[in-house]
């Protein structure tokens, strides 16, 4: 104990002394800095090219550790290489982060947004409610909802908005005359964000025959991004879902519901729902002992 001791007072008094404002203001922004790298990462299917970045950067570590020149060499070169990739890769991740910075919405990168969920789930609810009638009218539909991978590429194929989704907003778009029925919708946030917007088809050649274009680009965007694509056919009015490349079809208005719940809505931290099963239960109790008492009462007068 007294090393440590003694180590703890040579940090305090070598480092710690010598630790200014501009010091702690200085590693905030380079932790945000990073932070905002990381959640770059995650939002984008480039993801896999960073790890493999990664493991360059391991390799070339080891291979200076044992002295390996040539593959040291070769490394140098591969790292370099993938660096300029990456740049060229997240293009278009990083026009997005400067065009937030630079049309005043920097504050919701810093800030979270605590009514994102209610405008999520009100936009499952409103997309249902739409759903459900423009499924008995046979008025097809194609609606995305991005998750995770930033969908701006399809979102400039089409018309750009950013409004509360509504049902009578969705019936009006894929109404059969309106000038975007054709494209497809793009939830983001909760919020529509564009429509009459364009999606690249799916390759699956094993796709059946009797799913129109419309599926098809349903599919295909579900397998090249995270997004949840939820469609209705307009020679049948059956609604569908696809998600990662797999579409499930025939569904209900509830079943619906249910889906795109499980698979937008942010899971239930298991701890919260302990504790929410264990003051359900602790009222229980308290009603028991509640009625008990009344009922002692009562049987004393």
Same mark, same amino acid.
């Given at each position: &104990? ?10 305090q ?6 630790i200014?404002i ?6 905030a922004?380079?932790s ?5 790298l990381?959640r770059?990462?995650r939002?984008s299917?480039?993801?896999q ?9 391991a390799?070339?570590?080891?291979a ?20 300029i990739?990456l740049?060229?890769?997240f293009q278009?991740?990083?026009r997005?982060?400067l065009?937030q910075m630079?049309s005043?919405?920097?504050?919701? &990168?810093?800030?979270?947004? !605590?009514?994102?969920?209610?405008e999520?789930?009100?936009a499952?609810?409103?997309t249902?409610?739409?759903y459900?009638a423009?499924s008995? !009218? ?14 701006d590429g ?14 009578e ?11 975007m ?6 939830v983001?946030?909760?919020r529509?964000a564009?429509?009459?917007?364009m999606?690249p ?5 094993n ?12 599919i ?20 569908s879902?696809?998600?990662?490349? &797999? ?12 889906l ?13 729902? =302990?504790?929410?099963?264990?003051l359900?239960?602790? !009222?229980?109790?308290?009603a028991?002992?509640g009625?008990?008492?009344?009922g002692? =009462?009562?049987s004393?007068q």
């Open positions: &104990m007294e090393v440590i001791a003694q180590m703890w007072s040579t940090i008094q070598n480092y710690l002394a010598m200014e501009w010091d702690i203001i200085d590693i922004i380079v945000f800095l990073v932070y905002q990381l770059l990462v939002r299917r480039s993801g090219v960073v790890k493999a970045l990664a493991l360059l950067v390799a070339l570590g080891l200076s550790v044992l002295h390996l020149t040539v593959i040291r060499f070769i490394l140098n070169r591969a790292v370099e290489l993938g660096l990739a740049v060229i890769i278009p991740e990083l997005h982060f065009e630079g005043g919405q920097f504050k919701k &990168m810093l800030i979270r947004d !605590d009514n994102k969920g209610n999520l789930e009100n499952i609810r409103q249902v409610a739409a459900t423009l008995k !009218d046979k008025i097809g539909a194609l609606t995305v909802f991005e998750r995770n991978v930033l969908l399809p979102l400039k194929t089409g018309t750009i908005l950013d409004g509360t989704v509504s049902s907003l969705l019936k009006n778009i894929f109404w059969p005359k309106a000038p029925h054709d494209g497809a919708v793009i983001r946030e909760g529509v564009g429509a009459g917007c999606l088809l799916s390759g699956n050649v796709l059946s025959r009797d799913l129109g274009m419309r599926h098809r680009a349903g295909g965007m579900s397998e090249n991004s995270d997004a949840v694509v939820a469609i209705v056919s307009e020679e049948t009015g059956s609604i879902v696809a998600v990662q490349g &797999m579409l499930k079809r025939h569904l209900a208005p509830e079943t619906l519901e249910r795109l719940r499980n698979e937008l809505l942010p899971k239930e931290d298991s701890t919260t729902t =302990k504790r929410q099963k264990f359900k239960f602790s !009222d229980f109790v308290k028991k002992k009625d008990k008492s009344d002692e =009462k009562n004393g």
